[in-house]
């Protein structure tokens, strides 16, 4: 999928996620998806406490560094493109990171409505 016609959420171009660490299934910066990504990581979410400790509840590990894998480790504060799926599970129980909605892929709206990730929005996104 070509970073130059994917849409955001808002339905205008989808814009980067995060450079440092550098995220995205492609690890291109944006939450781009294709077919092969199954576990559909569309949403860019600011990382929390709450959420990272959920997420390692749920078996995974987002805060472990695995330079195997390229991944860092990440820290509140990081943005990543998670799993839509693993956000709205984390919204269900309340610890739902907030979300750029620029950043997030329109595929996210297969599994979240809209009205969801608004209400998670960050306030002031940059």
């Known amino acids: 999928m070509a970073v130059d016609k994917a849409k955001n959420v ?3 171009a989808l814009e980067p996620c995060s450079l440092d660490p550098l995220t ?4 291109d910066g944006c939450c781009n998806s294709s077919a092969d990504d199954f576990g559909s990581h569309t949403v860019c979410a600011q990382m929390t406490e709450a959420f990272l400790s959920f997420s390692m509840e749920r078996g995974n590990d987002l805060s472990t560094a695995r330079p195997e894998y ?7 504060g990081d943005r990543w493109c998670v ?3 693993r956000w709205r599970e984390a919204a269900e129980h309340g ?3 907030p979300v750029v909605l620029a950043s997030t892929h329109e595929r996210a709206l297969e599994v979240i409505a809209l ?3 608004e209400y998670h929005a960050l306030q002031f996104e940059s």
């Open 95 to 97: 610890v739902a990171p």
């Open 10 to 12: 808002l339905g205008t």
């Open 83 to 85: 799993c839509a799926g």
């Open 115 to 117: 009205a969801d990730l």
């Open 70 to 76: 390229k991944f860092p480790g990440l820290k509140p």
């Open 24 to 27: 995205g299934f492609f690890r």
